[in-house]
């Protein structure tokens, strides 16, 4: 079972992913909905008691959940493999396109290598992989003092930014 962290550390996962079978959840559990489950079945889901989250498979166009993000607690992002980088342009979409601003959560082949950059696109919270040692992972948000380009969690580049110093 992954490691679910964020800045802050290691964290409990509330949430159940849907894997096809309606009946083994539990009535108010936080639940992870996968985006075509979602949208064959938005209402039924949507009626019921406890947070919805969607799950997005690197295929999945952001803006097909747009118009409903309000609906969802959690967006995760799924990562089939670390070299698939398809997840890092979906989550700069959701976060600076269609403003979403809650958690977002990579999920999937995330390994401690790739976190500073994942942060960078607008995850806050991530699913690492079963091998990854948690603590060593939260290393990784301290890899680099400096960051010369924009991004999702500073919209300006540091040339742009007022009183900006660069140490060497």
């Known amino acids: 079972m992954a490691t679910l962290i964020d800045r802050n550390g290691p964290r409990p996962d ?16 936080d639940l992870l909905l996968p985006l075509d489950e979602w949208r064959e079945r938005a209402a039924v889901w949507g009626a019921r008691p406890g947070r919805i989250g969607i799950l997005l498979s690197p295929s999945d166009d952001p803006a097909a959940i747009a118009a409903d993000l309000e609906r969802f607690a959690l967006v995760a ?4 493999s670390f070299t698939d980088g398809r997840g890092y342009s979906t989550a700069r979409l959701l976060r600076e396109r269609h403003g979403w601003r809650g958690e977002l959560r990579a999920v999937g082949d995330v390994l401690r ?26 290393a990784a948000f301290d890899d680099f003092s400096v960051r010369y380009q924009s991004g999702a969690d500073e919209p300006q580049p540091l040339f742009r930014r007022r009183g900006a110093t660069v140490s060497a």
Do not use: E, I, K, N
């Open 14 to 29: 509330t949430w159940h992913v849907f894997d096809g079978d309606a009946g083994a959840v539990p009535a108010h559990a």
């Open 77 to 80: 992002v799924r990562f089939p």
């Open 113 to 138: 290598d790739q976190l500073f950059l994942l942060a960078r696109c607008g995850f806050d919270s991530f699913a690492l992989r079963d091998d990854q040692d948690p603590q060593a992972a939260l």
